[in-house]
Each structure stands twice: as structure tokens, then as C-alpha cells.
């Protein structure tokens, strides 16, 4: 789910999802591979992020970027697996949003989203708040991620 808190034009930064992400057969290798994926178990260092260019997405799998302009009191839902990003904010205003995740209940949790609980007093165990001197495996890139994947 996501909502904007005002007014929103794609030019603040909007929610842009990738028409057919979640259910186009050209997709289904990245939805096995990058999207259950556990970055941080699996040592990636980095955003996270599949690319830092939407187009790299639609060149190798298809699909079209969507987004609109979005007021106050609209709300997105779209399943978790529909790859999405946000534009770019090219204004000198902030745009304040919120995205959250939902599930029934009788479907079984996702351990990258809910695990154990958080304690203030403890370093990460994996990701960019980690400390490094504990992690014993070398980071990956996610360019060496995607040819371990085969998308090379």
C-alpha cells in the first residue's frame, strides 16, 4: 500500500509500478531469483536495488512504467512482488508518503520483513547497518548477484 500525504505529481516523487511485474511470464526468472532473494542473509552490499536505471528493467523483461498524479486521500495497493520505484523529486519540496505491507493472516510471514524483535542495543546482523568486522564473507555486488542469477 501506498499513500501520499497530499497532493503528489510524478515531478515530488511518485510511485511508479511496472505494469505486468508481478504476474508476465518474461518476469518469472527475477521474481525467483531477486525477488525472494534475501539481500541481507545473502551479504549484498549496496541499496539493494535491482538497477538505478528503470529502463535496464524494461529493456530485459518488458513491461511499462506506470505512474499519475495522486491527491490527498488516494491510496496505491498492489501486490508485494509488482516491482516498483518512485520518480525522481525534481521540485524544492518534500513529498511525505507511506508505504506498508499487508498480508492474510493464514499465509506464512515473510522472514525479510518480520523477524526477530529489534533491540536498539545490538548491531545488525546483515546490511548496511552491520558490522563488518563480525561479517565474515565478503559483500557481494548486486552485478555479481545478477550472474550468479544468469542475467549477465
Keep these: 500500500v501506498w499513500i501520499p500525504f497530499g497532493d ?9 509500478v511496472l505494469e505486468g511485474s508481478n504476474w508476465l511470464p518474461a518476469f518469472s526468472k527475477f521474481q525467483k531469483t531477486y525477488g525472494e532473494c534475501d539481500l541481507e542473509k545473502e551479504g549484498v552490499s549496496g541499496s539493494g536495488w535491482f538497477t538505478e536505471s528503470p529502463s ?3 529493456k530485459r523483461f518488458g513491461g511499462r512504467w506506470k ?23 525534481t521540485t524544492n ?10 498480508q492474510r493472516k493464514i ?4 522472514s525479510r520483513f518480520v ?3 529489534f533491540d536498539f542495543n545490538t548491531k545488525a546482523k ?17 552485478e555479481e548477484m545478477k550472474k550468479i542469477w544468469g542475467f549477465d
Design 67 to 89: 505512474t499519475t498524479y495522486f491527491n490527498a486521500g488516494d491510496v496505491l495497493i498492489f501486490p508485494s512482488n509488482t516491482v516498483h520505484m518512485s520518480t525522481k523529486n
Design 8 to 16: 503528489t505529481s510524478p515531478d515530488l516523487g511518485t510511485v511508479a
Design 56 to 58: 535496464e528493467i524494461t
Design 126 to 142: 546483515h546490511g548496511l547497518w552491520a558490522d563488518s568486522s563480525e561479517n565474515e564473507t565478503k559483500m557481494k555486488t548486486m
Design 115 to 117: 523477524g526477530e524483535s
Design 93 to 102: 519540496k518534500i513529498r511525505i508518503s507511506c508505504d506498508t505491507r499487508w
Design 107 to 110: 499465509d506464512s510471514i515473510d
